[in-house]
């Protein structure tokens, strides 16, 4: 039986079990993330033994961005599912807020390849960089940025995301006329096309200069010349590479499933698993493929961080027995 508080999203909030599973499990792998990242952040400032230059720096910001993204798309939630039909506001608020998290990811993603293309090619002596004052700049920038683009953009008339009309229990039939904005897609776009070429750009440049630094060694085999090695990828980055491709077709997937539904569609079992699944665990999942990536790359890492959570579990077994 609907629950009488919802009018056009009634099939779709009436499956209490599945809300509670799909918002538990959510939440757990989001606080799970959350200590993936903070033990990055951890390993940034203390754990390494090389200097942090600017890319470290925003590699800590991307950090706290993933931390920052727990409360708020928890609270969001549960807000919907548990407390709502919301407020039009409310909801439209939730909308821009979690849109401003995702942007600024982004945009520090794309600071990250911009830096180090910056200092491998344009910058003849990098130690002159102020790393403090521009790891500030980049990061205020990004958060003005992504905080004017997406307001600015969820400002004008559109289509919405479905979620939007399901938390203030709206009919999205009324905004059927409208056209629904490719920003989204345009953001992963840009990012993914920026990426693929400073990477070719940079592994020619290594390529080049392993090739010179080998016809050196052949001219003076005496010679001591460490070779410039080319990152070569193993089986754990190959396995890496695929596992996100996969969930990059999961994601887009399930997105134009959930955007091809009625509103009738929407309200039917199991039409409503799949919306439970973009919503609920794409976000965790997506945050939990980025710090899975870095940790399975570096292994200082984690050998710092199984280290640090021993050290910690001593401590507190120590304080347990006083």
Same mark, same amino acid.
């Given at each position: ?9 009634? %099939? ?11 918002? *538990?499990?959510? !939440? ?10 903070? %033990?990055?952040?951890? #390993?940034?400032? #203390? /754990? ?6 600017? !890319? ?27 407390? %709502?039909?919301?407020?039009?506001? #409310?909801?439209? /608020? ?32 990098? &130690? ?8 500030? #700049?980049?990061?205020?920038? *990004? ?29 999205? !039939? ?33 390529? @080049? ?9 052949? &001219? ?8 410039? @090695? ?58 939990? &493929?980025?710090?899975? %990536? ?8 984690? @050998?710092?961080?199984?280290?640090? /959570? ?13």
């Amino acid at each position: 039986m609907c629950e009488a508080d919802y009018k056009y999203f009634c %099939g779709f909030f009436e499956s209490k079990l599945l809300k509670t599973i799909f918002v *538990s499990i959510s !939440t757990v792998v989001h606080s799970f993330n959350a200590l993936l990242f903070y %033990g990055i952040i951890w #390993y940034e400032r #203390y /754990g390494s033994d090389t200097k942090r230059i600017l !890319t470290n720096k925003i590699v800590s910001m991307i950090c706290w961005n993933n931390i920052v993204i727990f409360p708020v798309v928890v609270v969001t939630d549960v807000a919907i599912y548990f407390f %709502g039909p919301l407020k039009e506001e #409310y909801c439209f /608020g939730f909308l821009v807020l979690r849109n401003i998290v995702k942007s600024d990811f982004l945009f520090l993603l794309n600071a990250i390849i911009l830096s180090r293309y910056i200092l491998i090619f344009w910058l003849k002596n990098p &130690a002159s960089v102020n790393d403090d004052f521009w790891s500030l #700049y980049v990061c205020l920038l *990004s958060v003005l940025c992504s905080s004017i683009f997406n307001i600015s953009v969820f400002l004008l008339p559109q289509k919405h995301s479905v979620f939007y009309y399901s938390c203030s229990d709206l009919d999205p !039939t009324i905004h059927r006329h409208l056209v629904k904005p490719k920003t989204a897609q345009i953001e992963v776009l840009v990012c993914f096309l920026l990426h693929l070429v400073v990477i070719i750009r940079i592994k020619c440049f290594r390529a @080049k200069q392993q090739s010179s630094t080998q016809v050196a060694t052949i &001219a003076n085999p005496s010679s001591e010349t460490v070779l410039t @090695k080319i990152d070569k990828e193993s089986l754990a980055d190959i396995a890496l590479n695929v596992c996100n491709i996969f969930c990059a077709i999961v994601y887009v997937s399930l997105q134009l499933k959930v955007n091809s539904f009625t509103l009738k569609e929407a309200n039917e079992f199991p039409n409503y698993i799949y919306m439970y699944a973009y919503q609920l665990w794409m976000p965790c999942i997506a945050s939990f &493929a980025v710090s899975f %990536g870095y940790y399975a790359r570096r292994p200082k890492l984690r @050998k710092k961080i199984a280290q640090k /959570g021993q050290s910690v579990l001593h401590w507190s077994c120590t304080c347990n027995i006083q």
